[in-house]
């Protein structure tokens, strides 16, 4: 039985699929090159784990509403076997501190280049929406709920996936409750579940029964909101339901951690399979969940996106 030291120090890696990555310590490991930029405003660095897919499904959905919308996907490659993974690296850091994906740039408010290319720019003359020199540089927005609601604020002027204060600050509210839900509860699917269920170098089975008994807990709060409502809020889908797809929807479906499904029981929870085939169902989440994604069948990986011709397979 493991004796608790007085103080804990890190003395050697825990084993499993993700020891390489962990480390007590935060910050840059090397000096990066700087990070590819494409020629859209947005340009996103990620990977298509269920973190990221959150983004990519909202983007294209974006893709999917406006017919001049398009954004850069760069990939983050954090299972490559290479000592220096790319999320740790100097360039990386400066977007998210925290050294996960996804992390984002919007250069959709930068001062253009040009103007300072110019001698004769007087930057003293220009007018108040170009002359904070804070523009001239992209703004950086990480972790996924942030990044989701710094998009729909940006672009989705209308309120379709996220309600603005002036539609009902009571709608808005609650989609970002659900969104919230996501983001806190997640953890305890993916680094909880997740990682004894099928990362571990070894099957605790306490830690496996804590985690599975919170999961089911989190997935009968979802079935009871779905009883009556087609989506998380009610009848409208937004970026609470983006955000819990790639988690909750998945699993459920049967697309995360090989078996989970069966051992889950998630027949258990009948409305909360619905709601997760009704968004599987739009184009966008299916063209979502291939971006940035390096496994699987090979139809369904898209590992970098600049245009929505890139998509082989899925029609736009």
């Not at 390489?20 to 840059?28: D, I, K, V």
Request: glycine share 6%; aromatic share 12%.
């Amino acid at each position: 039985m493991y004796q608790l030291p007085t103080r804990w120090k890190f003395d050697e890696p825990s084993g499993g699929k993700w020891s390489s990555l962990n480390s007590p310590n935060a910050g840059e490991r090397f000096q990066q090159d700087p990070l590819p930029k494409g020629d859209h405003p947005i340009q996103l660095y990620s990977m298509g784990t269920p973190n990221g897919q959150k983004v990519t499904i909202l983007l294209e959905e974006f893709v999917e509403m406006d017919k001049s919308f398009e954004y850069d996907a760069w990939l983050i490659n954090f299972m490559s076997s290479a000592p220096d993974f790319p999320h740790f690296g100097s360039e990386f850091v400066k977007i998210n501190p925290n050294s996960k994906i996804p992390a984002l740039l919007d250069y959709s408010d930068c001062v253009d280049d040009s103007l300072f290319a110019n001698p004769s720019t007087n930057i003293n003359s220009m007018d108040d929406s170009t002359t904070a020199l804070e523009e001239t540089k992209p703004t950086r927005v990480f972790e996924s709920g942030s990044i989701l609601i710094y998009l729909c604020e940006k672009f989705d002027v209308m309120g379709r996936f996220l309600p603005t204060k002036e539609q009902s600050l009571s709608d808005r509210t609650e989609c970002i409750n659900w969104l919230m839900f996501q983001m806190a509860a997640g953890g305890y699917l993916g680094g909880g579940f997740g990682h004894f269920y099928a990362y571990a170098p070894s099957k605790i089975k306490y830690a496996i029964d804590r985690f599975t008994m919170e999961v089911k807990r989190q997935l009968h709060v979802l079935n009871h909101q779905l009883k009556d409502r087609r989506y998380l809020t009610g009848e409208t889908y937004t970026i609470a339901d983006i955000a819990a797809f790639p988690w909750y929807g998945q699993i459920v479906r049967g697309k995360l951690y090989d078996g989970a499904a069966d051992f889950l029981n998630v027949s258990e929870y009948p409305n909360v399979i619905r709601w997760a085939e009704d968004v599987w169902d739009r184009p966008a989440v299916k063209r979502g969940c291939m971006v940035n994604k390096t496994w699987g069948e090979a139809e369904l990986q898209l590992p970098e996106r600049h245009s929505r011709s890139d998509f082989p397979t899925v029609s736009i």
